[in-house]
């Protein structure tokens, strides 16, 4: 199991390098043309929203109202917004078993899939898409019409079994 994860894990950090996401980057002003094409109007805290997401991917809603109390923003607006921004796609929601749901970017063209540490409860991207699409059930009428995968794997991430501390 292990073997078959260390390959396809993207960092051990469980943070994914914002250099690594094409296409959207965090800058205000790609953020506002982003907003407007996506038919959300452009405020403040949704811009602060999108960019505490976008450092902090599988970041819980919670820990986004923490960081913005400072600049004002009460947690009600928190989630409010990032409601909108799913609702739009432009944040991607993950509810794993519980746990409190985590916010990243949703980046077009990537579904990759999620490792959770049972021990220290970090999140690690893993590409095993391919993989998991193969086994998708096919249905075999019309009943159903598959328009997205969310897998979840259970494990104890390497710091965990081996004692290291980790960030
Ligand atoms: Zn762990
Ligand atoms: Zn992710």
Redesign the pocket.
Known sequence: MDRTFRGVLRGNSGV?DTEEQPAIVSADEQWRRVLRERGLRVTRPRLRVLNVVARH??VDAGHVARMLKSQGMSRQTVYGNLDALVSVDLLRRIEPANSPALY?LRVDGDD?H?LMCRECRR?F?TDLTTDVRRRVPEPEDDDFDIDGVDVFFWGVCRDCRTGNQHV
């Open positions: 994914v991917p599988h990243e990759h999620h999140v991207d």
